[in-house]
């Protein structure tokens, strides 16, 4: 490995070390030796270098231990004052609400890693805006931001959380392995792995309360699904009593364009077709929701939604015609 020790490398390898700090709560000397290149002396430098700098770093000995940096004076190698630190942690959780199309999921990860070594006394700050900030319903579930970070944080940590859970089979507490936090653009998802029910479990954030993290850490199952594949089946399929197929004589490319991925899920068949798939609970709405699409259509599944579609298809022709 290398030992290199010059001014500029130096440098560079003191920042490439307090990046990973970050990104993880903790790491040991000997992985930090290999993703740095270097030998665990050399760590141990740059780990007293960085303390001298002002930074937090804590050290700790046996099982599950290792390096951890900790909440302290100074902010990230950005140098921003304390008026800075707290405008981007205010506009950061804005735009996790949902306010900034796009930048959802960016701003939970920079918020929980801001979050982290921000002071106490600017944390503060930040809460009292946010509790003194209102915005117009944009059509997007609001979401808890102290929630997200918890979540966030737990998904990063590996750590067990629990929660009071208002779902449409009926409430209770949840006890829960977090892996990955979902956004759709209108609402945020929790892939977690559901210790009283032992599978896994899809969760609408909006309807969270008293997330707590408890402090026990779980290790990573090795079957977990995608998280933006399983999200995306659970509330467009799963979740229904319904589902129904259509062959869509139209480009893929073109109906993604019209469809949210939070609809149903939208399949090539071939370079002119797609086969669209979506859940419901009542195959009359569902018939009326196909009906505003501008494409022509085959209905594959269910047969009762054909003969649904055929009945207010008729209905409509009557109403049509009829004369005042």
Known sequence: MSTTSDGNGTTARVLRLLDLLQSRPVWSGTELAERLGVTTRSVRRDVDRLRGLGYPVNATHGAGGGYQLGAGRRLPPLLLDDDEAVAIAVCLRLAAGGTVEGLGEAAVRTLAKLDQVLPGRLRSQVEAIHEATVTLDSGVAPVDA?????????????????????????????????????????????????????????????????????????????????????????????AYDHVCRVRIHAPKSLVDKQIPVSVGTVTADGETDCIFEAGGNHLGWMAMHLGVLPWVMTVLDPPELRDIMREQAARMLRAADATR
Do not use: K, N, Q
Not at 158 to 176: C, H, I, K, L, N
Not at 200 to 208: A, K, N
């Open 146 to 238: 102290a929630t997200l970070l918890v979540l966030a944080r737990a998904c990063r940590e590996t750590e067990r959380v629990t929660f009071a859970y208002a779902g449409p089979r009926g409430s209770g507490e949840r006890r829960v392995e977090p892996y990955r936090l979902v956004a759709t653009g209108r609402r945020w998802y929790l892939l977690a792995y559901d210790l009283d029910r032992e599978d896994w479990r899809t969760f609408r954030l909006d309807r969270m309360s008293d997330a707590e993290a408890g402090g026990w850490r779980f290790r990573p199952r090795e079957d977990a699904p995608d998280a933006a594949e399983h999200v995306r089946r659970s509330i467009s399929r799963d």
